[in-house]
């Protein structure tokens, strides 16, 4: 058995687990012999928490199996091995003229990877999340059997899976449905706003004209400039490239800093000049799909700016009605615990409905917010922070999390005894037994004093 280090993107210092290979746990589950919460599917290691972690037993490294096993050109339905990247998904159906109906924020995720979390990206108020376009999946069990999963076949399996965070089994493949593009460019367009108030006013009208839409908020600006930044919307060009980029990094960050570089002086002066160079033209340009989808990807191993303690990312989701008082609220208490955040997003979540029993999705604007680590001063926000959008109806997303409470969780996805109930018992992560077994085991306290 290989042993190797796996660990979390955004932890710098993950600490070492197990991983066994892709056909070793197979053939150890079609066997029936895998022990009680002895594993997990890894895919490539892209989640900013312990989501994809299980410090209690192994992880299983899915990233051999990346075949793709077939496309339909017509249809835009593609099949492929759990493993597979989705660079090069998007490399196969480029010059068909399709690309993923729903991507996150890189493209070096894994298709099982994207189901499991169930992906969300800048077009949620037109295609929903990736599992809604997810056709069926193939789900091997410990009770040593295959399961496919659809809209019609094992049902209850298909919605647990989706956005299950790798607990109802080992996805082996999956078929989705892309969608049809003109081009992979896209015509990007940067609209500056002087405040969140303005924001809200655009946010709305820019979905609805545009495939995409993304806010970037000036944190750290205050007095006149308190909450400014730049919407970016964008559309696939009529007339562009079909032919899919390199998938690589033009720079690296070579070595683990021993200091966080992203500092608040440092951060102040990006943060202006990012607002100048993005927004001195308002008019429309078309560009390449990597910048405008992936622009972290052009940075290898950029989490180790922030040094050796690794970030916190926090996003949050709150209801349509509570965002022009909510948002600015988190940013305020963010700027009150004098922390700065390096990447601040804002977006408006659509309606369309997620096949998925967990899905973090949900009608409502989003903010993301990243931390640098700085201990205990940074948990003590984080906390404010989802006490924050919890109170107002809001939720905080679990696969970008290293530390949210059993009753965050709860808060956030009060259906979560229905994944548990579907939960494969040999499968299990850390994320899992901080926040829903705590929450099993505080149950059964209060059922015994009852």
């Not at 899919?244 to 021993?258: E, H, I, T, Y």
Request: charged share 20%.
């Amino acid at each position: 058995m290989r042993h190797e280090r796996f660990g979390s993107f955004g932890l710098a210092t993950p600490p070492a687990r197990k991983a066994i290979p892709a056909d070793e746990a197979i053939a150890l589950l079609k066997r029936g012999e895998a022990k009680t919460g002895s594993l997990l599917g890894y895919g490539n290691g892209r989640s900013y928490g312990d989501s994809c972690q299980n410090d209690a037993g192994m992880v299983v490294d899915m990233r051999p199996l990346n075949r793709i096993r077939s496309f339909n050109a017509e249809t835009g339905v593609l099949e492929a091995d759990a493993g597979t990247l989705l660079c090069d998904i998007i490399a196969h159906a480029a010059p068909y003229g399709f690309f993923p109906a729903v991507v996150p924020g890189t493209q070096f995720v894994t298709l099982g990877g994207a189901i499991a979390n169930d992906v969300h990206g800048k077009n949620h108020h037109r295609r929903g999340t990736f599992g809604c376009h997810v056709e069926a999946l193939t789900l091997l069990r410990s009770d040593g059997r295959t399961y496919r999963c659809s809209q019609t076949d094992n049902v209850r399996l298909f919605g647990a899976t989706i956005g299950g965070m790798g607990l109802t089994g080992l996805i082996l493949s999956a078929s989705i449905k892309l969608m049809r593009v003109p081009s992979l460019d896209i015509v990007e367009r940067a609209t500056r706003f002087r405040d969140l108030g303005e924001f809200f006013d655009l946010a709305e009208a820019a979905d609805q004209a545009n495939e995409y839409a993304v806010a970037w908020i000036d944190q750290l600006a205050s007095g006149h400039g308190h909450g400014r930044g730049l919407l970016f919307t964008g559309n696939h060009a009529e007339h562009g490239s079909h032919a899919a980029a390199r998938a690589g990094s033009r720079f690296s960050v070579l070595v683990q800093l021993p200091f966080n570089v992203l500092n608040r002086p440092f951060l102040t002066v990006f943060n202006a000049a990012y607002r100048w160079k993005k927004g001195k033209s308002q008019a429309p340009h078309q560009a390449g799909y990597q910048g405008f989808f992936f622009p972290l990807d052009g940075v290898r191993d950029w989490n180790r700016l922030y040094g050796p303690r690794g970030l916190f990312q926090h996003q949050s989701v709150v209801p349509e009605a509570n965002a022009r008082r909510i948002v600015p609220a988190l940013l305020e208490a963010a700027r009150r615990a004098g922390e700065g955040s390096f990447l601040t997003v804002l977006k408006r979540f659509g309606d369309v409905r997620s096949p998925a029993l967990l899905s973090f999705p949900r009608p409502g604007y989003t903010l993301t917010l990243d931390f640098p680590n700085r201990g205990e001063r940074t948990l003590r926000l984080l906390a404010e922070l989802d006490r924050i959008a919890v109170e107002a109806g809001g939720a905080v997303n679990p696969y970008k999390d290293a530390r949210m409470g059993p009753e965050t969780f709860a808060a956030s996805f009060p259906q979560w005894q229905q994944l548990e109930a579907l939960r494969d018992p040999a499968f299990l992560s850390s994320f899992w037994i901080r926040t829903a077994k705590r929450l099993d085991a505080t149950k059964g306290v209060f059922e015994a004093a009852e």
